[in-house]
């Protein structure tokens, strides 16, 4: 299964589907990462992580360990 | 009538500008406190020339869900509270996101208004916005307000008056087929609640929502065979079925409704993101900024009007300007070297620096450079020693005394310059203008105004920081701050954004901790509160200074240490306090906006600033003034020569407080300091930490061996702060269980620690006590047992929190 956390930075992935429960799936669909939607994976921090991503306009930071859950085409 | 009152809630995601339109709806009309029970801001207000508006200002959310506590806030006023109706701003230029959170307002049955701010630069960037258009598919009003200029937002605020009044409630936006059918038969099931809430109640139970009130929750497993039917037929849970449903009807209602141009271009905030989260530039940028926050904040500005409040405002007086003082020093200094620095002097104190007494080189130096200030200073620190070493043979005291005392003809302050006395001093003179009882005037004047001094102390420092964190947290830096460092905070349960606090915490801890107001996250937030003022704050300072010259000789070592042990703390506590009970059911998802950058406004900035400084003063201020007035009668009331009374002069010893210090001093005998005015020094310590160093002169140390020195600083420099401190906890966690639980916290772990201290470095030095000892080995163990122990992250509030 490929993940967010597998795609390059600078690439652009289709979100498949999310996976896990609670607190964190919710909060990651409802900041807009749900099924269809186009990510790109902009940049990592300094430090390795989290990720900085654009998503339906706007930038969102993810953490890796969090990004594993969305399933990626 | 209250009820005649229109309530209109605004609601709206972080950064869409919705504090700069509840500014520019309310004006000074705001009246700010807290939701009941958790540390999250409230803000309500009247709409400007209609008295009989209130606006209730929501804490900014991306969406209604059951799982931050600004969600659940927000979801129990829109509910339980009934407003007449919502003005929901939406940021223009990022409209997708934003109409997430319109779509689950429209459910609420609730008359709904929304204004797309920022429309204009939306036009400016060439992107296209059919309002009207928009305004057709949400079935509601849309305006566009420009909340920065002002424009349209009176439109907006008198469009939400006028749909509340008509009762003309939103209608919510239609799911797919299969899925309006399921919500449409537990619809059918709700029989008791309320027409206008049927839509959302039966949302929320589609979703499984765990925060629902109890007769509805009880319908759930009824809900349950129609719920997992259409899971199974769109082969996903119920709650990605409905966040997805939104989501494409908000890309099907703006297609058509708005045109993005330029994708793929880099705009100018992306420009300046590039270079401040870039790889190799972040961290150096990231630590220059907080140098700077630091340097102007807590170095030069603060302590600067810090000192000037505690030392001139709430001390003997302040030149003008300036003016006057450097005449003043040097006539000071003209007179110490005539009176005081004499021959003989000055060869005793060479004398005693000669046979290496504590501190006489101090006080040499000081008489060298011909500098009263350190003299008195360092005289005061040592003097004493002076007296005691060598049977008298280095004293000075006795020209000293006769050159300062009372009947010296020193040079006065208001012969130079523009001299103000400060306001105890003024206070003093009205009361013996009065002839006010010594009794009265003690309460005053080191009971109140002292008090009141300590509060103001704090206050220039704090609005000087307030308007730097307000500065980073509009123009967008402050999300960085939590991107950049998030890795290695959160492995203690802490946020990236609670390195500003703990920094800030190193100068004073009380600013420190009301910094933590720009975490969003609640957890990482009360973490914050609770471990800011571990590390060493400026007043400690002296504490450890003294301690490292009286015990250590002056080694190089104590204080760095000092500091490690208030990042151990902070770092062990973090671990071990994210797994207890009372923080295991928050959970602490780090997914962020990271917002464009944009200059924020003075306006803006200078109201935080404002309310944030004022609510300290207000919150702390009672109960700084309350322990500062007991404090005063415990160590005014006491025994003199077997009487109990009221006595200005009392030896601290003989004193109620006193008293205390002597029935508690068992408590520390495990941490090998059960001495009186140890203990003393240290219930002192909660007034002002440097109080610890006045109530523990150098000669007190003569019977404490290293070891329980540095337990004793251990101790005081983890133990419950100051009561300024506590002030400042007690406004942030806006919560009498959650203050109790972190100054219990901070001072059982400062116990443990010092007694771990204590006990296992007599073990080694072989003047321990094997039972000490062994109790001790358990207590680490203990602590690796609570720092390696399994944890799982919680995925559901746990606590109602109402």
Not at chain 1, 41 to 52: M, Q, T, W
Not at chain 2, 96 to 119: D, F, H, K, S
Request: charged content about 20%; some cysteine; overall charge negative.
């Amino acid at each position: 299964m490929k993940t967010l956390r597998d795609v390059a930075i600078g690439e652009t992935a289709k979100v498949k589907r999310l996976h896990g429960e609670g607190a964190v799936k919710r909060r990651i669909m409802d900041m807009g990462i749900t099924k269809g939607v186009e990510v790109y994976v902009r940049k990592v921090a300094p430090l390795g992580d989290p990720l900085e991503l654009t998503v339906r306009g706007y930038e969102l930071s993810l953490r890796k360990d969090d990004a594993q859950m969305v399933e990626v085409e | 009538m209250a009820d005649s009152k229109i309530t209109i809630a605004l609601a709206g995601n972080p950064n869409s500008g919705k504090t700069t339109l509840f500014n520019a709806l309310t004006g000074s009309n705001q009246f700010v406190g807290n939701w009941p029970g958790v540390t999250v801001e409230k803000k309500e207000g009247r709409l400007k020339g209609h008295k009989d508006v209130m606006i209730e200002d929501l804490p900014g959310i991306y969406s209604l869900s059951p799982y931050t506590t600004e969600e659940v806030v927000s979801r129990n006023f829109l509910v339980d509270e009934n407003p007449d109706g919502i003005l929901n701003i939406v940021d223009g230029t990022n409209l997708e996101r934003n109409l997430y959170l319109t779509t689950q307002l429209l459910e609420l049955g609730i008359p709904v208004v929304v204004a797309v701010n920022m429309a204009d630069l939306i036009e400016k960037n060439g992107d296209k916005i059919d309002l009207k258009k928009l305004s057709k598919e949400l079935g509601v009003e849309v305006i566009s307000i420009s909340a920065l200029k002002g424009t349209g937002i009176m439109e907006a605020a008198e469009a939400a008056l006028k749909a509340a009044e008509a009762k003309k409630n939103a209608k919510p936006i239609k799911f797919a087929k299969d899925v309006e059918g399921a919500l449409t038969d537990i619809e059918g099931l709700l029989g008791g609640v309320p027409a206008h809430l049927k839509r959302w109640f039966a949302v929320k139970l589609f979703e499984r929502d765990d925060k629902l009130p109890e007769n509805v929750a009880a319908l759930a497993p009824k809900a349950e065979e129609i719920i997992t039917k259409i899971e199974n037929a769109h082969d996903d849970d119920s709650e990605s079925i409905i966040t997805n449903e939104r989501y494409e009807w908000i890309a099907s209602a703006l297609k058509g409704t708005y045109g993005k141009k330029g994708a793929g271009e880099l705009s100018v905030s992306d420009k300046i993101d590039k270079i401040v989260t870039n790889r190799w530039l972040a961290l150096p940028i990231f630590f220059c900024v907080m140098w700077l926050v630091y340097y102007v904040s807590v170095t030069t500005v603060g302590t600067f009007v810090t000192d000037w409040t505690n030392d001139g405002l709430f001390g003997d007086g302040y030149y003008l300007f300036g003016n006057g003082r450097e005449e003043y020093t040097e006539a000071m200094n003209e007179y110490y070297a005539a009176n005081v620095w004499t021959d003989e002097v000055t060869a005793n104190v060479q004398k005693a620096a000669d046979a290496g007494i504590t501190g006489a080189d101090e006080i040499l130096a000081a008489i060298e450079d011909g500098d009263y200030e350190a003299f008195d200073e360092a005289y005061g620190f040592y003097g004493a020693e002076l007296d005691e070493k060598a049977d008298g043979a280095y004293s000075i005291s006795d020209t000293v005394d006769t050159a300062l005392g009372e009947d010296a003809e020193l040079p006065a302050n208001e012969d130079y310059g523009n001299w103000v006395p400060g306001v105890p001093v003024l206070v003093e003179n009205l009361l013996d203008a009065i002839n006010c009882n010594d009794f009265l005037k003690s309460l005053i004047l080191d009971g109140i105004i002292a008090g009141v001094g300590a509060v103001l102390g704090f206050v220039p420092q704090m609005f000087v920081l307030f308007a730097f964190l307000a500065f980073l947290e509009s123009c967008g830096y402050m999300a960085r701050i939590a991107f950049v460092m998030d890795r290695i905070f959160r492995k203690f349960g802490l946020s990236g954004k609670s390195f500003i606090p703990v920094l800030i915490g190193t100068g004073c801890g009380v600013p420190g901790v009301m910094a933590s107001r720009t975490i969003e996250n609640e957890r990482d937030r009360r973490m914050t509160i609770m471990t800011t003022t571990f590390i060493p704050c400026g007043a400690k300072l002296p504490i450890i200074a003294l301690i490292t010259s009286a015990l250590f000789k002056g080694a190089s070592w104590v204080a760095p240490s000092a500091y490690f042990l208030g990042i151990g703390a902070i770092i062990i506590s973090g671990i071990i306090l994210k797994k207890t009970k009372m923080f295991a059911g928050d959970p602490a998802p780090f997914v962020m906006e990271l917002p464009a950058y944009h200059w924020p406004t003075v306006g803006n900035i200078l109201r935080s600033m404002w309310e944030r400084g004022w609510s300290f003063i207000k919150k702390a201020g009672s109960i700084i003034l309350l322990s500062s007035i007991v404090i005063w009668a415990g160590s005014t009331f006491g025994w003199t020569d077997g009487a109990f009374g009221w006595n200005p002069d009392l030896e601290l010893e003989d004193s109620v407080l006193g008293a205390f210090g002597n029935g508690i001093k068992w408590i520390f005998a495990p941490l090998g300091f059960d001495d009186i005015k140890a203990t003393i020094a240290t219930v002192m310590g909660l007034v002002a930490k440097e109080e610890v160093v006045g109530v523990f002169g150098v000669l007190d140390f003569e019977g404490l061996t290293a070891l329980a020195g540095y337990a004793f600083l251990a101790f005081n420099l983890l133990c419950a702060p100051c009561f300024a401190a506590i002030g400042a906890i007690k406004r942030e966690m806006n919560s009498a269980k959650w203050t109790w639980f972190a100054i219990g916290y901070q001072c059982l772990l400062a116990y443990v620690v010092a007694f771990i201290i204590f006990q296992l470095g007599s073990l080694v030095t072989g003047a321990g006590n094997i039972f000490g000892g062994i109790i001790a080995i358990a207590l680490v163990a203990g602590i690796i047992w609570l720092l390696v122990r399994p944890y799982k992250e919680a995925t559901t509030l746990q606590t109602a929190k109402a």
